[in-house]
Each structure stands twice: as C-alpha cells, then as structure tokens.
C-alpha cells in the first residue's frame, strides 16, 4: 500500500508540473544546404541571447522525434508546437517545396498563435560563397516562392503523408487555393 501510495503521489505531482518551456520551434527543410541552414540559425540563436541574456531552446525534429519510427511522432507535432513560444522557420529554397514544412506553420497559426509569434529567417544555398548580390537574389526567390506558393506542387518524402495531408488543407480551407492564398 506504501508503495501504491508514493506511486500515485509521484505520477500526481508528474500531472501537474509545467513542461519545460521551449522558446523555438524549429521549421526547416532537411532538402536544404545544411551550411547556410546552420549559419542562419547561429545569427537567430545569437540574437535571441543578447536580447533575453540566455541562450535558446529549440525543438529540433532530429532530436525529439523518434527517427526509427517517424510517422508515430507526427500526430503528436500539434502538442510539441504548443510547448513553443515561438515558431521559428529557416527557410532555404525548397522549404515551401516541402509539404511537411508548410504544414508545421499552418498548424502553428492555425491552433491560434499569432502571427507575430513566426520569425521567418530566408537563406541562400551557399550564401557564403557568393556575391552580395547573388545572395539577395537567392533571398528574394526564397520570399518569392511563399508568394507562389501551390500545395498541389509540393512534395513529401511518402505519397501516402502527401495525400493525407492535402486532404486536411482541403478540409480546413475547403480547397488548395484557399490555402495557397493564405500562405
């Protein structure tokens, strides 16, 4: 009984105890060049400490999901988006190519965090190596591919998630367009 006791008191106090809080959530595209990727978010990480004096936590997919058995974890990418402050999106040139990536944002916004709460951070593939000029091109196309953006053109990794998932965007837009537009 003693121990049915603690037992019972630990998983209570287990209950009730705040999760961690995790400042960022972070939105990216594995298809995209890891160095420029890893830079952008070093320069966000960087700013995030001078501004709050600590540095961030972040929620990275590789490292909190399950990677032997990924499509057990998915279902549960609405909780792990409401344990952070912020979502925090890198986006390279194929992010708005990856239906998953579109759908962390949708689900983001659409569990009523405010718009304010996404830092959208553009980057170009090899950014280092090129000309200024080169790299707010590459910049530009990465912002222009949000404003083209077309969910019947994007990709997952299994057919099945693609086809899954564009039958929740119909369902809560009533059409790709719909939430074409609202990308």
């Known amino acids: 009984d003693a121990f ?9 106090r287990l209950l009730t105890l ?7 959530f972070l939105s990216h595209s594995w298809h995209d060049e890891p ?17 709050h004096g600590r540095p961030p936590t972040i929620w990275l997919d590789k490292a909190c ?14 909780i792990f988006l409401s344990g ?4 925090l999106v890198l986006a390279g040139s194929t992010y708005t190519s990856r239906l998953w990536c579109v759908i962390e944002l949708f689900t983001f916004l659409k569990m009523g965090a405010a ?23 590459a910049v530009e196309a990465v912002a222009k591919s949000f404003a083209e953006f077309d969910a019947a053109e994007a990709r997952c990794f299994k057919r099945e998630d693609r086809e899954a998932l564009l039958a929740v965007i ?6 790709l367009s719909g939430f074409n537009a609202w990308v």
């Open 84 to 87: 952070c402050s912020e979502l």
């Open 4 to 12: 049915l006791s603690h037992s019972c008191a630990s998983i209570l």
């Open 18 to 24: 705040e999760p961690p809080p995790c400042d960022a």
């Open 170 to 175: 119909e369902d809560a837009y009533g059409s």
């Open 65 to 78: 999901i399950n990677q032997s058995n990924i499509s057990a974890s998915l279902p549960s990418i609405p």
């Open 115 to 137: 718009l304010d709460r996404v830092t959208i951070v553009p980057f170009a593939g090899g950014a280092t190596q090129q000309t200024t000029r080169a790299a707010v091109e």
């Open 35 to 51: 160095e420029p990727k890893w830079e952008s978010l070093q320069r966000w990480a960087a700013q995030f400490t001078a501004t």
